[in-house]
Structure formats: structure tokens, C-alpha cells
């Protein structure tokens, strides 16, 4: 069973940065979109942002201009760089891997704890 593999979170003052990243512990073929979600305590789990294969990508409005995602497609990862982060950036993130069978089939990560605080 290949699992997703998360790092890079923490502890964090407001302003200052994260880089997350997330690895497939072996080889996903078709793999369409790699993304992040995110779920802060008592809230629902939103997507943050999304590239596609194609490097195509989106972010959700309330990190647009703040973070990046992108992928290493030889190596099945995909890195979300996250910059002046606030208070309410503060939530359990998670990666996703979509890969294309006869259906569309959706692998998630564990998650990892980002924390901003003072």
C-alpha cells in the first residue's frame, strides 16, 4: 500500500515561513493532481491549492499572493511554500495525490500540524 509521506510542519511566528512537503513511499502511475487541504479545529477540510500534471495550478483566495505549490514529478513530491503566514493559517494540512485508473483514485497523507503563533 503506497502512503504519503508529510513533513515541514510546525511552529510558527506570524510572518514567517513554512515549507511543507509530501513523498509517496513508492510509485503512483497517472497521477493527475497533487494537492493541499487543509482543516483548522472545528472547521471542514478545504482545499488550499492544486497543480496539475500539466503544472497548471490554483490556490484557494485566502493564500493567493502568499503560497506556492509545486511538484517534483520524477520523484512523486510535491512542496507547498508558504509565506507571511498569519493566525489563521493555523490548521492540520494535508496532502492529496489523484491518479487516473478507470476512475479517478485519491491518496491522502497523515497530515502535519502548522501552528502560528506569537
Known amino acids: 500500500q503506497v502512503q504519503l509521506v508529510e513533513s515541514g510542519g510546525g511552529l510558527v511566528q506570524p510572518g514567517g515561513s513554512l515549507r511543507l512537503s509530501c513523498a509517496a513511499s513508492?510509485?503512483?502511475?497517472?497521477?493527475?493532481?497533487m494537492a493541499w487541504y487543509r482543516q483548522g479545529a472545528g472547521k471542514q477540510r478545504d482545499l488550499v491549492a492544486r497543480?496539475?500534471?500539466?503544472?497548471?495550478?490554483e490556490y484557494a483566495d485566502s493564500v493567493k499572493g502568499r503560497f506556492t505549490i509545486f511538484r517534483d514529478n520524477a520523484k512523486n513530491t510535491v512542496f507547498l511554500q508558504m509565506n507571511s503566514l498569519r493566525a489563521e493559517d493555523t490548521a492540520v494540512y494535508y496532502c492529496?495525490?489523484?491518479?487516473?485508473?478507470?476512475?479517478?483514485?485519491?491518496?491522502w497523507g497523515q497530515g502535519t500540524q502548522v501552528t502560528v503563533s506569537s
Open positions: 492529496k495525490f489523484t491518479a487516473r485508473r478507470a476512475f479517478f483514485e485519491d491518496y
Open positions: 513508492g510509485s503512483i502511475p497517472s497521477i493527475v493532481f
Open positions: 497543480v496539475s500534471s500539466g503544472g497548471s495550478t
